[in-house]
């Protein structure tokens, strides 16, 4: 079945252009957001919660454009799979490569810190030939290896490469004499039984909880942090501002990279809302009593 999906379906429908693709968005989105509904009352409560000085109707809209630029991200996903290298290229300029060329220049490695904003996805693809470093992210399994193995496979195959979450401590400790850039994705909901080591802030006017991998990582090392922000340009048509999140991460105090990196993402979703990932649940954790 899964062979068939991909074969059959995605495969054949990431041979057309976006332009021909767009009309399928937009059926995509009367279904989901109309008919289906589909997290519409979590997509809703965030963006309230978020802003809560916004009326109804203004949380409609909010929700309204987001669902269509995610099903834009459907579509441009799909895309992927065969989009050239000169395609992603042209559809994500990165207006300061510099900001990071320097520090390949010194012969440092850097960790890039991104999100669920923009077309995160394209990134994989239309990165690493705009910038000096490697480019390596981690990435944690899909409950399906098929489409594991298919999707590690589209965003590698121009030069990205991808880590398991469980073997970056090997894999950094491997690479250390080689320029890499480590991708961290920091507005995902941590393990929160799990994981020991997480960062209490306010984030979009709640109580939010995140795994500061990132920082941990910059900190140990003693590397740079860039925040990679992507912005929305058109449909289809992305642009990425590096912001340099510090150069001397040992010299700061414990989360204050984190809540750095976090601003950043803030102000993005402040000022173009409909961008970010709001159907993903990423306040269902509450902070233990100390008591």
């Not at 279904?31 to 997290?39: D, E, N, Q």
């Not at 109707?57 to 834009?72: M, N, P, Q, T």
């Not at 060329?101 to 030939?129: C, L, M, R």
Request: aromatic share 14%; glycine share 4%.
């Amino acid at each position: 079945m899964n062979r068939f999906l991909y074969y059959c379906i995605i495969k054949p429908l990431s041979l057309l252009p976006l332009p021909v693709l767009y009309p399928l968005s937009s059926s995509i989105y009367y279904l989901i957001y109309y008919l289906l509904g589909y997290r519409r009352k979590v997509v809703e409560e965030n963006i309230q919660n978020a802003f809560p000085d916004y009326t109804k109707s203004e949380v409609d809209r909010i929700a309204k454009l987001f669902y269509r630029h995610l099903c834009d991200l459907v579509v441009e996903s799909i895309r992927m799979f065969s989009m050239s290298e000169a395609e992603a290229v042209r559809r994500l300029r990165v207006r300061n490569p510099e900001l990071m060329n320097q520090f390949f220049d010194q012969g440092k490695q850097v960790v890039i810190v991104g999100s669920h904003y923009g077309n995160w996805e394209i990134t994989s693809i239309g990165f690493p030939a705009q910038l000096k470093h490697k480019i390596a992210s981690i990435f944690s399994k899909l409950k399906n290896p098929y489409f594991t193995r298919k999707i590690t496979e589209s965003r590698s195959r121009y030069g990205s490469e991808l880590i398991l979450k469980d073997r970056l401590p090997t894999y950094y400790e491997e690479e250390r004499s080689r320029p890499v850039a480590l991708g961290f994705i920091a507005d995902q909901s941590p393990n929160y039984n799990k994981n020991k080591n997480l960062y209490w802030t306010t984030f979009l006017n709640q109580e939010t909880v995140t795994a500061p991998g990132a920082e941990r990582y910059a900190v140990k090392y003693n590397l740079p942090v860039v925040y990679v922000q992507i912005l929305k340009q058109r449909r289809g048509y992305y642009e990425v501002e590096l912001e340099l999140v510090t150069d001397d991460p040992q010299s700061l105090a414990p989360g204050e990279i984190t809540d750095r990196h976090l601003r950043c993402l803030e102000r993005l979703i402040i000022r173009e809302p409909q961008f970010w990932l709001w159907s993903h649940r990423r306040w269902k954790h509450k902070r233990k009593s100390q008591s």
